[in-house]
């Protein structure tokens, strides 16, 4: 099968199951808000939050090296797969202990020790975020077969959804709803152990010099995911400290909505990975070439999602929890635009990583959390919930700006002709939107009609370049 035929394929398998997912995850989430009050909804994303920083721990970017080590032929496939499977069941054991340790010594109440321990279990078994579990994708990964994990992933979230329906209907308490939710990932955890031994069938040794070896190479990346993880938490983290649980759970909402839309760039880059790691090994110019190629799509994708939610919020968070986390509106309408932002910065991010400049994105993640920290501690005491979104986008925001400048700076990329494209196209969508108020059905085609038309007219996408590019020609 043709290169460009695999990775188009893979890339489809991997937003299909994700979009599936999504679904799921979205109805969960309308569950769990109808359920829970805002209060104790914050406290349920506090714990899952905390959890989900301390994964981050569990990976340290050895899933990407040893991803894009594999591809390239630098180590042997079994042998690579072995010691990643290895150092991160070491690293994830360590993790759990840290995080429940750590919450005690902050003097948080027993109630949250216990939310958050059961959480814990997550960084072995969850599909939901970087951790252990991850680990074996890297063989679906190497050979473009992410259709696997995407079906396990699919089946795992129907069953979490109809046990957490099951367990609401029991008035089950918060503490054994967490508990369940990461208990039933057992099934799928099994099966993706064993399916993934069928692609490549670890090795397994202790090679003290190559795991030296391997951190070495992985640790400006681990840096730069350790830090985008403090910049996930810090917004939540001061909210917890400095603001109600109310304020927690009504800036927690809109960001596990746009959160849970960043699976689309990083679909996209892992499919795109393996080819702009081997191209790297050849010029520069071809790592250029596959920048702007995954920069157009995710701007292709993301602009009209930014733009759409962003007119529509209010709907959104009313269709959701029927009225109760309406001051989540605004934060949504606003951490949109930041998610926007993301897609962009995590194309700058695997792309300096294929082309081992993994460096640049220790620093740009180090600006972004120092920013965040900078203006969540200035905002929140005053803004609560909205000072949390503000610190999010202008976060992002500095982050992008450091990216663009890096990326002219290291690799002589100019994304000001792309970007200006794309964004005039979404604010003639958004003017569609704003001067013909349809029913909300009819606006939304007629809005992404005329989003495609443009970009097609002034000539931004271009399908035959996409097929010559992804083949090799």
Request: proline share 4%; glycine share 8%.
């Amino acid at each position: 099968m043709a290169s460009g035929i695999k990775i188009f394929w893979n890339c489809a398998s991997i937003l299909t199951g994700n979009f599936l997912n999504k679904i799921i995850s979205i109805v969960v989430l309308i569950y769990l808000t109808g359920y829970l009050s805002p209060a104790e909804f914050g406290r349920y994303s506090f714990a899952i939050s905390y959890i989900a920083f301390f994964g981050i721990f569990t990976d340290m970017g050895l899933n990407t090296l040893i991803t894009r080590e594999i591809s390239g032929g630098s180590i042997d496939a079994s042998l690579g797969f072995g010691h990643a499977i290895i150092i991160r069941f070491i690293l994830s054991v360590s993790t759990a202990a840290v995080s429940i340790l750590s919450l005690y010594a902050m003097g948080y109440p027993v109630e949250v020790l216990g939310i958050t321990a059961a959480a814990s279990l997550s960084l072995f078994l969850s599909f939901r975020g970087l951790f252990f579990r991850t680990v074996f994708d890297v063989p679906f990964q190497v050979n473009l077969k992410m259709s696997y994990p995407s079906a396990i992933n699919f089946l795992n979230e129907i069953l979490t959804f109809g046990l957490i329906v099951l367990l609401i209907k029991q008035n089950v308490s918060l503490l054994g709803l967490v508990l369940a939710i990461n208990l039933v990932n057992i099934p799928g955890f099994v099966a993706i152990i064993y399916f993934s031994s069928k692609v490549i069938r670890p090795r397994f040794s202790i090679d003290l010099t190559m795991w030296k070896k391997i951190f070495t190479e992985a640790l400006p990346l681990g840096g730069a995911v350790l830090l985008e993880g403090i910049f996930i938490i810090i917004p939540i983290f001061i909210l917890s400290r400095l603001a109600t649980e109310e304020a927690l759970g009504l800036y927690s909402l809109p960001f596990r909505l746009v959160s849970s839309l960043w699976i689309i760039p990083v679909a996209l880059m892992i499919s795109l990975f393996p080819k702009i790691s081997r191209d790297a090994l050849r010029s520069e110019d071809l790592v250029k070439e596959g920048f702007l190629k995954g920069l157009k799509m995710v701007l292709l994708i993301g602009v009209p999602i930014a733009v759409l939610t962003d007119y529509y919020s209010s709907n959104i968070i009313d269709t959701f929890t029927r009225g109760r986390y309406m001051g989540s509106a605004p934060a949504l309408s606003l951490m949109i635009w930041g998610t926007l932002i993301y897609f962009v910065n995590t194309v700058f991010f695997y792309i300096f990583t294929a082309a081992g400049r993994q460096k640049m994105n220790t620093i740009v993640w180090c600006v972004v959390s120092g920013v965040s920290v900078m203006l969540c501690a200035l905002l929140i005491p005053g803004q609560l919930h909205m000072g949390a979104a503000m610190g999010f986008v202008g976060s992002l925001g500095a982050g992008l700006l450091l990216n663009i400048f890096l990326g002219y700076r290291v690799l002589g990329i100019n994304v000001v002709p792309v970007l200006s494209k794309f964004l005039l196209s979404g604010l003639l969508t958004l003017t569609v939107l704003f001067f013909l108020p349809f029913l909300p059905e009819v606006s939304v085609i007629l809005s992404l009609s005329a989003y495609l038309s443009i970009l097609f007219f002034i000539r931004a996408v271009s399908i035959k370049e996409w097929g010559e590019w992804l083949n090799g020609k």
